[in-house]
Protein backbone atom coordinates (compact mmCIF):
# COMPACT_ATOMS: atom_id res chain seq x y z
CA UNK A 1 0.00 0.00 0.00
CA UNK A 2 3.19 2.70 0.34
CA UNK A 3 3.87 2.93 -2.77
CA UNK A 4 0.32 3.81 -3.86
CA UNK A 5 -0.71 7.41 -3.80
CA UNK A 6 -3.06 8.66 -1.68
CA UNK A 7 -6.66 9.59 -2.52
CA UNK A 8 -9.82 10.32 -0.34
CA UNK A 9 -13.49 10.10 -1.65
CA UNK A 10 -16.20 11.77 0.04
CA UNK A 11 -19.97 9.79 -0.45
CA UNK A 12 -22.69 12.41 1.02
CA UNK A 13 -24.90 9.76 2.31
CA UNK A 14 -24.74 6.20 4.13
CA UNK A 15 -27.40 4.93 4.91
CA UNK A 16 -28.63 2.65 7.76
CA UNK A 17 -30.71 -0.12 6.23
CA UNK A 18 -30.41 0.15 2.44
CA UNK A 19 -28.35 1.80 0.03
CA UNK A 20 -28.76 3.98 -3.22
CA UNK A 21 -27.96 4.20 -6.64
CA UNK A 22 -25.43 6.63 -6.10
CA UNK A 23 -24.03 4.75 -3.16
CA UNK A 24 -23.47 1.79 -5.59
CA UNK A 25 -21.67 3.76 -7.69
CA UNK A 26 -19.72 5.19 -5.41
CA UNK A 27 -18.52 2.16 -3.83
CA UNK A 28 -18.65 0.20 -7.33
CA UNK A 29 -15.85 3.23 -8.51
CA UNK A 30 -13.84 3.14 -5.32
CA UNK A 31 -13.37 -0.63 -5.57
CA UNK A 32 -12.35 -0.48 -8.83
CA UNK A 33 -9.57 2.94 -8.24
CA UNK A 34 -8.05 0.79 -5.29
CA UNK A 35 -6.09 -1.32 -7.78
CA UNK A 36 -4.23 1.80 -8.24
CA UNK A 37 -4.24 3.97 -5.20
CA UNK A 38 -4.99 3.90 -1.60
CA UNK A 39 -8.36 4.94 -1.39
CA UNK A 40 -10.15 6.50 1.75
CA UNK A 41 -13.78 6.59 2.15
CA UNK A 42 -15.62 9.43 4.12
CA UNK A 43 -18.85 8.95 5.11
CA UNK A 44 -21.41 10.65 7.34
CA UNK A 45 -22.07 7.93 9.68
CA UNK A 46 -21.89 4.20 9.51
CA UNK A 47 -24.23 2.20 6.85
CA UNK A 48 -24.73 -0.21 4.46
CA UNK A 49 -22.02 1.29 2.43
CA UNK A 50 -19.48 1.50 4.89
CA UNK A 51 -19.88 -1.98 6.01
CA UNK A 52 -19.49 -3.00 1.96
CA UNK A 53 -16.72 -0.87 1.73
CA UNK A 54 -14.66 -2.20 4.89
CA UNK A 55 -15.43 -5.83 3.51
CA UNK A 56 -13.61 -5.10 0.56
CA UNK A 57 -10.58 -3.93 2.21
CA UNK A 58 -11.19 -0.14 1.45
CA UNK A 59 -10.14 2.51 4.67
CA UNK A 60 -13.47 3.87 5.93
CA UNK A 61 -13.55 7.52 7.87
CA UNK A 62 -17.02 8.78 9.68
CA UNK A 63 -17.40 12.30 9.62
CA UNK A 64 -20.69 14.61 8.79
CA UNK A 65 -20.01 17.12 6.48
CA UNK A 66 -23.45 19.21 6.03
CA UNK A 67 -24.51 19.12 2.44
CA UNK A 68 -25.41 21.99 -0.14
CA UNK A 69 -29.03 20.99 -1.19
CA UNK A 70 -29.20 24.58 -3.15
CA UNK A 71 -26.59 23.11 -5.55
CA UNK A 72 -28.99 20.60 -7.15
CA UNK A 73 -32.36 23.46 -6.94
CA UNK A 74 -30.07 27.00 -7.19
CA UNK A 75 -31.58 29.73 -5.91
CA UNK A 76 -30.22 33.27 -5.27
CA UNK A 77 -28.89 33.07 -2.37
CA UNK A 78 -26.65 29.89 -2.92
CA UNK A 79 -23.09 31.49 -2.66
CA UNK A 80 -24.00 32.93 0.60
CA UNK A 81 -25.68 30.36 2.27
CA UNK A 82 -22.33 28.10 1.25
CA UNK A 83 -20.12 30.74 2.84
CA UNK A 84 -21.89 30.57 6.23
CA UNK A 85 -21.63 26.50 5.79
CA UNK A 86 -17.86 27.40 5.58
CA UNK A 87 -17.89 28.73 9.03
CA UNK A 88 -19.01 25.87 10.88
CA UNK A 89 -17.32 23.62 13.24
CA UNK A 90 -17.79 20.52 10.40
CA UNK A 91 -16.17 22.73 7.72
CA UNK A 92 -13.36 23.42 9.75
CA UNK A 93 -12.59 19.85 11.40
CA UNK A 94 -13.04 18.76 7.26
CA UNK A 95 -9.98 21.39 6.71
CA UNK A 96 -7.97 20.35 9.38
CA UNK A 97 -7.94 16.67 8.99
CA UNK A 98 -6.85 17.20 4.95
CA UNK A 99 -4.53 19.34 5.61
CA UNK A 100 -2.92 16.46 7.94
CA UNK A 101 -3.21 14.17 5.53
CA UNK A 102 -2.56 15.67 2.57
CA UNK A 103 -3.82 13.49 0.05
CA UNK A 104 -2.85 13.43 -3.65
CA UNK A 105 -6.28 14.07 -4.75
CA UNK A 106 -9.69 14.15 -3.83
CA UNK A 107 -13.28 12.95 -5.47
CA UNK A 108 -16.65 14.25 -4.02
CA UNK A 109 -19.33 12.59 -5.11
CA UNK A 110 -22.67 14.24 -5.94
CA UNK A 111 -23.53 18.15 -6.67
CA UNK A 112 -24.66 18.96 -3.30
CA UNK A 113 -21.62 17.29 -1.39
CA UNK A 114 -19.78 20.77 -1.95
CA UNK A 115 -17.88 21.32 0.92
CA UNK A 116 -15.24 19.01 0.83
CA UNK A 117 -14.26 20.36 -2.75
CA UNK A 118 -14.09 23.71 -1.20
CA UNK A 119 -11.80 22.71 2.00
CA UNK A 120 -9.59 21.08 -0.92
CA UNK A 121 -9.48 23.62 -3.41
CA UNK A 122 -8.31 26.19 -0.22
CA UNK A 123 -5.68 23.61 1.15
CA UNK A 124 -4.18 23.75 -2.79
CA UNK A 125 -5.35 19.80 -3.33
CA UNK A 126 -6.80 18.97 -6.63
CA UNK A 127 -10.19 17.96 -6.98
CA UNK A 128 -11.90 15.58 -9.10
CA UNK A 129 -16.06 16.58 -9.07
CA UNK A 130 -18.15 13.54 -9.49
CA UNK A 131 -21.39 14.08 -10.09
CA UNK A 132 -24.69 11.49 -10.96
CA UNK A 133 -27.82 13.41 -10.91
CA UNK A 134 -29.03 16.94 -13.22
CA UNK A 135 -29.32 19.73 -11.54
CA UNK A 136 -32.32 21.65 -11.56
CA UNK A 137 -32.73 23.90 -14.67
CA UNK A 138 -33.58 27.47 -13.44
CA UNK A 139 -31.99 31.48 -13.58
CA UNK A 140 -29.88 30.26 -11.20
CA UNK A 141 -28.23 26.99 -12.28
CA UNK A 142 -25.29 29.04 -13.82
CA UNK A 143 -24.77 29.74 -10.00
CA UNK A 144 -24.35 26.14 -9.15
CA UNK A 145 -21.91 25.44 -12.25
CA UNK A 146 -20.09 28.28 -11.64
CA UNK A 147 -19.01 26.45 -8.03
CA UNK A 148 -18.56 23.46 -9.27
CA UNK A 149 -16.16 25.02 -11.93
CA UNK A 150 -14.31 26.71 -9.54
CA UNK A 151 -13.69 24.66 -6.92
CA UNK A 152 -12.67 21.19 -9.21
CA UNK A 153 -9.97 20.48 -11.41
CA UNK A 154 -12.02 17.74 -13.28
CA UNK A 155 -16.01 17.22 -13.28
CA UNK A 156 -16.39 13.28 -14.03
CA UNK A 157 -19.97 12.93 -15.13
CA UNK A 158 -22.01 9.56 -15.35
CA UNK A 159 -23.48 10.57 -18.48
CA UNK A 160 -24.20 12.91 -21.64
CA UNK A 161 -27.72 14.37 -19.53
CA UNK A 162 -25.35 15.31 -16.92
CA UNK A 163 -22.36 16.86 -18.63
CA UNK A 164 -24.80 18.84 -20.56
CA UNK A 165 -26.15 20.79 -17.09
CA UNK A 166 -22.52 22.53 -17.86
CA UNK A 167 -22.08 25.47 -20.27
CA UNK A 168 -19.89 24.49 -23.45
CA UNK A 169 -16.75 26.04 -22.42
CA UNK A 170 -16.60 24.02 -19.27
CA UNK A 171 -17.27 20.72 -20.61
CA UNK A 172 -14.86 20.84 -23.12
CA UNK A 173 -12.32 21.78 -20.32
CA UNK A 174 -13.25 20.08 -17.55
CA UNK A 175 -15.86 17.27 -17.99
CA UNK A 176 -15.34 13.54 -18.65
CA UNK A 177 -17.94 10.76 -19.07
CA UNK A 178 -17.44 7.41 -16.74
CA UNK A 179 -20.68 5.56 -17.15
CA UNK A 180 -21.37 2.67 -14.70
CA UNK A 181 -21.00 -0.65 -14.80
CA UNK A 182 -21.50 -3.83 -12.42
CA UNK A 183 -19.49 -6.42 -10.84
CA UNK A 184 -20.42 -10.13 -12.66
CA UNK A 185 -19.92 -11.86 -9.81
CA UNK A 186 -23.35 -9.88 -8.26
CA UNK A 187 -24.92 -10.61 -11.10
CA UNK A 188 -25.12 -14.32 -10.04
CA UNK A 189 -25.41 -15.64 -13.01
CA UNK A 190 -24.99 -19.14 -12.85
CA UNK A 191 -27.81 -19.18 -9.95
CA UNK A 192 -30.41 -17.47 -12.09
CA UNK A 193 -33.16 -20.13 -12.88
CA UNK A 194 -33.08 -20.89 -9.22
CA UNK A 195 -33.30 -17.81 -7.71
CA UNK A 196 -36.38 -16.97 -9.74
CA UNK A 197 -37.98 -20.33 -8.82
CA UNK A 198 -37.38 -19.44 -4.97
CA UNK A 199 -38.25 -15.98 -5.16
CA UNK A 200 -41.80 -16.51 -7.18
CA UNK A 201 -42.60 -19.18 -4.64
CA UNK A 202 -41.79 -16.95 -1.92
CA UNK A 203 -44.12 -14.19 -3.71
CA UNK A 204 -46.79 -16.86 -4.11
CA UNK A 205 -46.34 -15.89 -8.17
CA UNK A 206 -47.44 -19.36 -10.26
CA UNK A 207 -45.09 -19.99 -13.55
CA UNK A 208 -48.14 -18.78 -16.03
CA UNK A 209 -48.45 -15.77 -14.19
CA UNK A 210 -46.43 -12.67 -15.30
CA UNK A 211 -44.96 -10.48 -12.76
CA UNK A 212 -43.89 -6.79 -13.60
CA UNK A 213 -41.62 -5.42 -11.29
CA UNK A 214 -40.59 -2.09 -10.24
CA UNK A 215 -37.89 -1.04 -7.70
CA UNK A 216 -36.93 2.20 -6.15
CA UNK A 217 -34.41 2.60 -2.93
CA UNK A 218 -36.11 5.27 -1.64
CA UNK A 219 -39.57 5.52 -2.82
CA UNK A 220 -41.41 9.33 -3.08
CA UNK A 221 -43.04 11.28 -5.56
CA UNK A 222 -40.56 11.96 -8.20
CA UNK A 223 -39.80 7.91 -8.49
CA UNK A 224 -43.75 7.47 -10.23
CA UNK A 225 -45.29 4.75 -7.85
CA UNK A 226 -48.31 6.22 -8.38
CA UNK A 227 -47.97 5.79 -11.89
CA UNK A 228 -46.95 2.38 -11.81
CA UNK A 229 -49.84 1.77 -10.04
CA UNK A 230 -52.50 3.58 -12.51
CA UNK A 231 -50.53 1.48 -15.38
CA UNK A 232 -51.47 -1.90 -13.32
CA UNK A 233 -54.86 -0.72 -13.62
CA UNK A 234 -54.89 -0.68 -17.59
CA UNK A 235 -52.92 -3.56 -17.98
CA UNK A 236 -54.84 -5.62 -15.57
CA UNK A 237 -57.72 -4.67 -17.88
CA UNK A 238 -56.10 -6.95 -20.87
CA UNK A 239 -54.03 -9.28 -18.78
CA UNK A 240 -55.86 -10.35 -15.35
CA UNK A 241 -53.36 -12.92 -14.30
CA UNK A 242 -50.63 -10.44 -14.21
CA UNK A 243 -48.72 -9.30 -11.02
CA UNK A 244 -46.80 -6.93 -9.84
CA UNK A 245 -44.05 -6.16 -7.18
CA UNK A 246 -42.85 -3.18 -5.66
CA UNK A 247 -39.40 -3.33 -4.06
CA UNK A 248 -38.27 -0.51 -1.88
CA UNK A 249 -38.36 1.88 1.13
CA UNK A 250 -40.83 4.08 1.81
CA UNK A 251 -39.25 7.53 1.22
CA UNK A 252 -42.60 9.76 1.47
CA UNK A 253 -44.67 7.88 3.96
CA UNK A 254 -47.45 9.27 3.14
CA UNK A 255 -46.83 9.33 -0.63
CA UNK A 256 -46.30 5.66 -0.31
CA UNK A 257 -49.58 4.93 1.52
CA UNK A 258 -51.73 7.01 -0.94
CA UNK A 259 -50.49 4.14 -3.57
CA UNK A 260 -51.54 1.28 -1.06
CA UNK A 261 -54.58 2.61 -0.70
CA UNK A 262 -55.26 3.20 -4.62
CA UNK A 263 -54.28 -0.44 -5.02
CA UNK A 264 -57.06 -1.49 -2.41
CA UNK A 265 -59.47 0.96 -4.51
CA UNK A 266 -59.28 -1.04 -7.60
CA UNK A 267 -59.53 -4.30 -6.18
CA UNK A 268 -55.82 -5.04 -7.08
CA UNK A 269 -54.84 -5.41 -3.53
CA UNK A 270 -54.39 -9.74 -4.74
CA UNK A 271 -52.22 -9.01 -7.33
CA UNK A 272 -49.72 -6.76 -5.43
CA UNK A 273 -46.93 -7.67 -3.33
CA UNK A 274 -45.20 -4.36 -1.48
CA UNK A 275 -41.98 -5.24 -0.10
CA UNK A 276 -39.09 -3.45 1.44
CA UNK A 277 -35.74 -3.09 1.22
CA UNK A 278 -34.71 -6.25 -0.40
CA UNK A 279 -31.13 -7.41 0.12
CA UNK A 280 -30.90 -9.87 -2.47
CA UNK A 281 -31.21 -8.04 -5.69
CA UNK A 282 -30.45 -10.90 -8.07
CA UNK A 283 -33.42 -12.69 -7.15
CA UNK A 284 -35.85 -9.94 -7.62
CA UNK A 285 -34.55 -9.08 -11.26
CA UNK A 286 -34.62 -12.76 -11.62
CA UNK A 287 -38.30 -13.34 -10.35
CA UNK A 288 -39.90 -10.17 -12.71
CA UNK A 289 -40.44 -10.98 -16.24
CA UNK A 290 -40.87 -7.33 -17.38
CA UNK A 291 -39.27 -4.58 -15.22
CA UNK A 292 -41.24 -1.08 -15.81
CA UNK A 293 -39.40 2.48 -14.60
CA UNK A 294 -41.70 5.38 -14.23
CA UNK A 295 -38.92 8.20 -12.82
CA UNK A 296 -40.52 11.74 -13.19
CA UNK A 297 -37.55 13.18 -13.25
CA UNK A 298 -34.70 13.28 -15.54
CA UNK A 299 -32.43 11.05 -13.84
CA UNK A 300 -28.92 11.20 -14.56
CA UNK A 301 -28.68 7.19 -15.86
CA UNK A 302 -30.68 5.32 -14.40
CA UNK A 303 -29.00 2.25 -12.77
CA UNK A 304 -32.22 0.50 -12.17
CA UNK A 305 -32.72 0.30 -15.60
CA UNK A 306 -29.43 -0.91 -16.51
CA UNK A 307 -29.40 -3.37 -13.97
CA UNK A 308 -32.63 -4.86 -15.37
CA UNK A 309 -31.27 -5.22 -18.35
CA UNK A 310 -28.17 -6.74 -17.28
CA UNK A 311 -30.43 -9.25 -15.74
CA UNK A 312 -31.89 -9.60 -18.91
CA UNK A 313 -35.32 -8.38 -17.97
CA UNK A 314 -37.52 -6.03 -20.80
CA UNK A 315 -37.94 -2.59 -19.44
CA UNK A 316 -40.18 -0.15 -20.19
CA UNK A 317 -39.36 3.80 -19.59
CA UNK A 318 -40.57 7.05 -19.68
CA UNK A 319 -38.23 9.00 -22.53
CA UNK A 320 -36.12 11.14 -20.25
CA UNK A 321 -32.48 11.96 -19.87
CA UNK A 322 -30.56 8.95 -18.61
CA UNK A 323 -33.17 6.48 -19.28
CA UNK A 324 -32.89 7.83 -22.80
CA UNK A 325 -29.62 6.91 -23.06
CA UNK A 326 -29.80 3.85 -21.55
CA UNK A 327 -32.06 2.14 -23.58
CA UNK A 328 -30.95 3.84 -26.89
CA UNK A 329 -27.70 2.10 -25.94
CA UNK A 330 -29.44 -1.16 -25.62
CA UNK A 331 -30.98 -1.04 -28.88
CA UNK A 332 -34.73 -0.92 -26.89
CA UNK A 333 -36.00 2.63 -28.28
CA UNK A 334 -39.07 1.66 -28.72
CA UNK A 335 -40.08 0.72 -24.85
CA UNK A 336 -39.25 4.60 -24.05
CA UNK A 337 -42.85 6.08 -24.17
CA UNK A 338 -43.53 9.90 -23.38
CA UNK A 339 -42.58 11.00 -19.73
CA UNK A 340 -45.84 10.93 -17.54
CA UNK A 341 -48.13 9.66 -20.52
CA UNK A 342 -49.72 6.61 -18.64
CA UNK A 343 -51.64 5.02 -21.16
CA UNK A 344 -48.50 4.82 -23.37
CA UNK A 345 -46.73 2.98 -20.63
CA UNK A 346 -49.66 0.22 -20.34
CA UNK A 347 -49.85 0.14 -23.95
CA UNK A 348 -46.20 -0.55 -24.31
CA UNK A 349 -46.22 -2.58 -21.28
CA UNK A 350 -49.32 -4.71 -22.35
CA UNK A 351 -47.74 -5.17 -25.78
CA UNK A 352 -44.45 -7.27 -24.16
CA UNK A 353 -47.10 -9.36 -21.93
CA UNK A 354 -48.83 -9.94 -25.33
CA UNK A 355 -45.57 -11.73 -26.54
CA UNK A 356 -43.45 -12.66 -24.27
CA UNK A 357 -41.19 -15.12 -26.78
CA UNK A 358 -40.33 -11.76 -28.84
CA UNK A 359 -39.84 -9.48 -25.90
CA UNK A 360 -37.19 -11.76 -24.63
CA UNK A 361 -35.62 -12.31 -27.34
CA UNK A 362 -35.52 -8.97 -27.40
CA UNK A 363 -34.45 -8.59 -23.84
CA UNK A 364 -30.98 -10.68 -24.63
CA UNK A 365 -30.25 -8.66 -27.43
CA UNK A 366 -30.30 -5.50 -25.72
CA UNK A 367 -28.09 -7.63 -22.84
CA UNK A 368 -25.54 -7.61 -25.07
CA UNK A 369 -25.68 -4.68 -26.65
CA UNK A 370 -25.36 -2.95 -23.08
CA UNK A 371 -23.01 -5.82 -21.80
CA UNK A 372 -20.69 -4.50 -24.76
CA UNK A 373 -21.08 -0.89 -24.00
CA UNK A 374 -21.12 -0.44 -20.30
CA UNK A 375 -19.77 -4.08 -18.84
CA UNK A 376 -17.27 -4.21 -15.96
CA UNK A 377 -14.58 -4.67 -19.58
CA UNK A 378 -15.38 -1.17 -20.89
CA UNK A 379 -15.15 0.14 -17.57
CA UNK A 380 -12.09 -0.98 -16.63
CA UNK A 381 -10.41 0.07 -19.98
CA UNK A 382 -12.06 3.86 -19.31
CA UNK A 383 -11.11 4.01 -15.62
CA UNK A 384 -7.32 2.62 -16.33
CA UNK A 385 -6.97 5.44 -19.61
CA UNK A 386 -8.22 8.33 -15.96
CA UNK A 387 -6.57 6.40 -13.29
CA UNK A 388 -3.09 6.50 -15.68
CA UNK A 389 -3.64 10.37 -16.45
CA UNK A 390 -4.41 11.33 -12.02
CA UNK A 391 -1.27 9.52 -11.77
CA UNK A 392 0.92 11.98 -13.70
CA UNK A 393 -1.64 14.88 -13.30
CA UNK A 394 -1.21 15.07 -9.57
CA UNK A 395 0.65 11.97 -8.04
CA UNK A 396 4.44 13.05 -9.26
CA UNK A 397 6.75 14.27 -6.72
CA UNK A 398 8.04 17.13 -7.84
CA UNK A 399 11.89 17.89 -8.03
CA UNK A 400 13.87 18.57 -4.58
CA UNK A 401 14.61 21.56 -3.93
CA UNK A 402 17.61 23.23 -2.20
CA UNK A 403 18.11 26.67 -1.18
CA UNK A 404 20.29 27.29 -4.04
CA UNK A 405 17.69 26.00 -6.35
CA UNK A 406 17.42 22.63 -7.52
CA UNK A 407 19.64 19.95 -6.59
CA UNK A 408 22.96 19.25 -8.10
CA UNK A 409 22.75 15.81 -10.08
CA UNK A 410 24.76 13.31 -8.54
CA UNK A 411 28.87 13.23 -9.69
CA UNK A 412 29.66 10.44 -12.54
CA UNK A 413 31.60 7.79 -11.15
CA UNK A 414 35.44 8.17 -12.15
CA UNK A 415 36.05 5.64 -15.18
CA UNK A 416 36.51 1.91 -14.39
CA UNK A 417 34.56 2.14 -11.12
CA UNK A 418 31.38 0.64 -11.05
CA UNK A 419 28.44 4.18 -10.12
CA UNK A 420 27.73 3.60 -6.47
CA UNK A 421 23.92 2.61 -5.92
CA UNK A 422 21.38 5.25 -5.29
CA UNK A 423 19.83 5.69 -1.82
CA UNK A 424 16.40 4.31 -2.08
CA UNK A 425 13.99 6.87 -1.83
CA UNK A 426 11.17 6.54 1.00
CA UNK A 427 7.73 6.87 -0.31
CA UNK A 428 5.96 10.11 -0.69
CA UNK A 429 3.24 8.66 1.78
CA UNK A 430 6.23 7.97 4.58
CA UNK A 431 8.36 11.34 3.35
CA UNK A 432 4.62 13.02 4.57
CA UNK A 433 4.30 11.38 7.72
CA UNK A 434 7.53 12.52 8.68
CA UNK A 435 7.08 15.66 7.76
CA UNK A 436 3.63 15.60 10.04
CA UNK A 437 5.08 14.11 13.23
CA UNK A 438 7.53 17.11 12.86
CA UNK A 439 5.54 19.71 12.58
CA UNK A 440 3.38 18.07 15.61
CA UNK A 441 6.20 18.08 17.63
CA UNK A 442 7.15 21.30 16.76
CA UNK A 443 4.33 22.60 17.48
CA UNK A 444 3.14 21.06 20.44
CA UNK A 445 6.92 22.36 22.14
CA UNK A 446 5.72 25.93 21.24
CA UNK A 447 2.71 25.08 22.55
CA UNK A 448 4.26 23.98 25.43
CA UNK A 449 6.31 26.61 25.94
CA UNK A 450 3.50 29.35 25.49
CA UNK A 451 1.69 27.99 27.85
CA UNK A 452 4.55 27.98 30.59
CA UNK A 453 5.30 31.84 29.67
CA UNK A 454 1.24 32.72 30.12
CA UNK A 455 1.85 31.11 33.60
CA UNK A 456 3.98 32.72 34.37
CA UNK A 457 3.21 36.19 33.37
CA UNK A 458 -0.28 35.33 34.54
CA UNK A 459 0.65 34.48 38.37
CA UNK A 460 0.61 37.04 41.00
CA UNK A 461 3.25 39.30 41.97
CA UNK A 462 3.44 37.93 45.50
CA UNK A 463 3.34 34.42 43.62
CA UNK A 464 6.39 35.50 41.51
CA UNK A 465 8.19 36.21 44.11
CA UNK A 466 7.88 33.83 46.27
CA UNK A 467 9.05 30.84 42.87
CA UNK A 468 11.78 33.19 42.99
CA UNK A 469 12.92 32.47 46.99
CA UNK A 470 12.84 29.58 46.40
CA UNK A 471 15.01 29.19 42.96
CA UNK A 472 17.32 31.21 44.99
CA UNK A 473 17.43 28.64 48.11
CA UNK A 474 17.53 25.46 45.51
CA UNK A 475 20.85 27.36 44.14
CA UNK A 476 22.46 27.76 47.70
CA UNK A 477 21.83 24.14 48.48
CA UNK A 478 23.12 22.72 45.33
CA UNK A 479 26.08 25.20 46.13
CA UNK A 480 26.88 24.20 49.42
CA UNK A 481 26.57 20.62 49.41
CA UNK A 482 29.04 20.95 45.84
CA UNK A 483 31.57 22.65 48.82
CA UNK A 484 30.83 19.46 51.34
CA UNK A 485 31.22 17.40 48.60
CA UNK A 486 34.70 19.07 47.60
CA UNK A 487 36.01 19.24 51.02
CA UNK A 488 35.55 15.47 51.67
CA UNK A 489 37.33 14.91 48.34
CA UNK A 490 40.36 16.89 49.91
CA UNK A 491 40.07 14.96 53.44
CA UNK A 492 40.33 12.00 51.99
CA UNK A 493 43.19 12.95 49.70
CA UNK A 494 45.00 13.89 52.56
CA UNK A 495 44.63 10.84 54.25
CA UNK A 496 45.54 8.95 51.98
CA UNK A 497 48.96 10.46 51.21
Known amino acids: MADKATIVL ?20 SRELSVYFHCILVA ?28 YTPYGGLEADIGKLKESREYRALSGWLAALRPAFIITSTCVHALPALAAKQLNIPVIWKI ?6 NEYTPLSAGVID ?14 SCFPEDIRQAKVTQLPPSWNEQDLMQDAWSKLRGERRRELRVRPEEPLIGYISSFINKEKGLEHFVKMAVLVSAKHPRAKYVVIGTA ?45 LIREGFGMTALEGISFGKPVVAYDSGGLREILHAAGSMQNLVPAEDIPALAARTSALLAEPGLAEAEAASARLRISALYGPGAYRARLQGLAESWSLRYCTPPPVQTTGGLQDPPAAAPAGEDPAPAAPRSSRASRRAALRRGKLRRGRL ?31 RSRAAGKRRGARRRAKSRKSG
Do not use: W
Open 132 to 137: SETMTV
Open 150 to 163: RNSDEILAISHTVA
Open 44 to 71: PEDGKLTRLARSSGLQVELMPIPLVYGM
Open 251 to 295: GDKSYYDRCIRKVKLEGLHAHFKFVGYEDCLPSAYCAMDLLVVPS
Open 446 to 476: RHASAKARRRRRTRPVGARRAALRRRRRRRL
Open 10 to 29: FSHVSNTRSITGAEKLLLFF
